[in-house]
């Protein structure tokens, strides 16, 4: 039983990951159509980058401890 509602839980945090990620494409990509970034959008640049790769790690962490289950 604990099992299964840890994996519910994995997945619902992997599917909100996935959609957070999408927005941050969405978002970076929006930026780097700009000629030019003020120093504000580059920090924001920076800071979903980093976000962007933290997501994607963790949905690898959570896929595989599903799998291992």
Do not use: N, W, Y
Not at 9 to 18: D, M, Q, V, Y
Not at 29 to 56: G, I, N, P, V, Y
């Amino acid at each position: 039983m604990e099992r299964s509602q840890a994996g519910v839980g994995a997945e619902a945090e992997i599917s909100r990951l996935k959609e957070r990620h999408t927005e941050i494409e969405r978002r970076l990509s929006e930026l780097d159509r700009h000629l030019s970034l003020t120093s504000e959008e580059q920090l924001e640049r920076a800071r979903l980058k980093k976000e962007k790769l933290r997501s994607k790690d963790r949905i690898a962490i959570l896929a595989q401890q599903m799998k291992a289950a």
